[in-house]
């Protein structure tokens, strides 16, 4: 994909790419950290396996990603302990540590 591409993709307005291009090309993505990720399972989780999130968290490790995982024991998928206030310590703190 050409800086030309990304420009039209980005833009996809019908505008003039020129502008949306040249700052495109100034950007190096190569120089840029990868964002970081957050795994957060419920321990009671019935819709997600436990051990799928233990592979994905070892697979981006592997990749030297930034990578940060908790089990939240008495929690359900994407339910009531997820804005318990141990959880929310939890991302509040990982994402201090990051911004």
Not at 13 to 38: F, K, N, Y
Not at 41 to 53: A, E, I, K, S, Y
Request: with cysteine; net charge negative.
């Amino acid at each position: 994909m050409t800086t030309t591409d990304i420009a039209r993709h980005i833009a996809d307005d019908g505008a003039d790419t020129t502008e949306t291009a040249t700052a495109v090309a100034a950007i190096d993505i190569e120089s840029m950290a990868p964002p970081s990720s957050l795994i957060m399972h419920g321990g009671r989780d019935q819709l997600v396996p436990f051990n799928q999130r233990c592979r994905l968290y070892a697979t981006l490790k592997s990749l030297g990603k930034d990578v940060t995982f908790y089990k939240l024991d008495n929690t359900c998928h994407a339910c009531y302990g997820f804005r318990s206030t141990r959880a929310l310590r939890l991302v509040f703190d990982w994402l201090s540590d990051r911004l």
